[in-house]
C-alpha cells in the first residue's frame, strides 16, 4: 500500500489544489516511517513570496512536526523536478531519498548540476520518474488553460 506511487499521489493531489488555485501545479510531501509528516504546493501567487514552493513549505512542516532540520530520515516526494532553490533546501536538509515525477528541462535542477550528487546531499538516493505521466499532463493542461 505504502509505495512510492502511493505517495506521489498524494503529492499530485496537493498539485491538483494549486491548479484549482491558479498556482503553477506542483505539490509535494514529506515521509517519515510511511506517513507524511509535511506537505505543500505551489503559493508563490497567493502568498507574494517567491520562496513558497511545494517543497519549501514541505520541507518546513516536516522541520516542525520532527523538531529539527534534517530530515535525512525522511522522503521527499515531489511532482516535478525540484528546481535550484529547492534543490539547495533539500541539501541542508539532507533527506534520505527524493523522489520526482516529472523532470523539469527549463527550470530543473538538472539544467545546472552536472550531477544530482553535487547539489544534493552525497547520502541522498535519487528516483525519477515516478508517475512521470500524469505529473507531465498536469503542467500541460496547467500552461494550456493559461494559453487560452
Not at 509535511?38 to 513570496?49: L, V
Not at 516542525?64 to 525540484?82: A, D, H
Not at 538538472?110 to 552525497?122: D, M, N, Q, R, T
Amino acid at each position: 500500500m505504502f509505495s512510492d506511487e502511493y505517495f506521489m499521489q498524494q503529492a499530485l493531489a496537493l498539485a491538483q489544489i494549486a491548479f484549482e488555485e491558479n498556482e503553477i501545479p506542483v505539490g509535494a510531501v514529506v515521509v517519515y516511517e510511511n506517513q507524511i509528516i509535511g506537505k505543500g504546493y505551489n503559493q508563490t501567487i497567493k502568498t507574494n513570496d517567491p520562496t513558497a514552493h511545494a517543497e519549501m513549505l514541505a520541507i518546513t512542516a516536516a522541520s516542525n512536526f520532527i523538531g529539527s532540520r534534517y530530515l535525512n530520515q525522511c522522503t521527499l516526494y515531489v511532482t516535478l523536478e525540484p528546481c535550484p532553490m529547492c534543490a539547495g533546501a533539500c541539501f541542508w536538509a539532507m533527506f534520505k531519498e527524493i523522489v520526482f515525477g516529472a523532470n523539469d528541462l527549463k527550470n530543473g535542477f538538472s539544467k545546472l548540476a552536472l550531477s544530482e550528487k553535487k547539489i544534493f546531499h552525497p547520502k541522498t538516493k535519487i528516483k525519477q520518474g515516478i508517475l512521470a505521466e500524469e505529473c507531465k499532463k498536469l503542467m500541460q493542461d496547467f500552461f494550456k488553460k493559461l494559453r487560452n
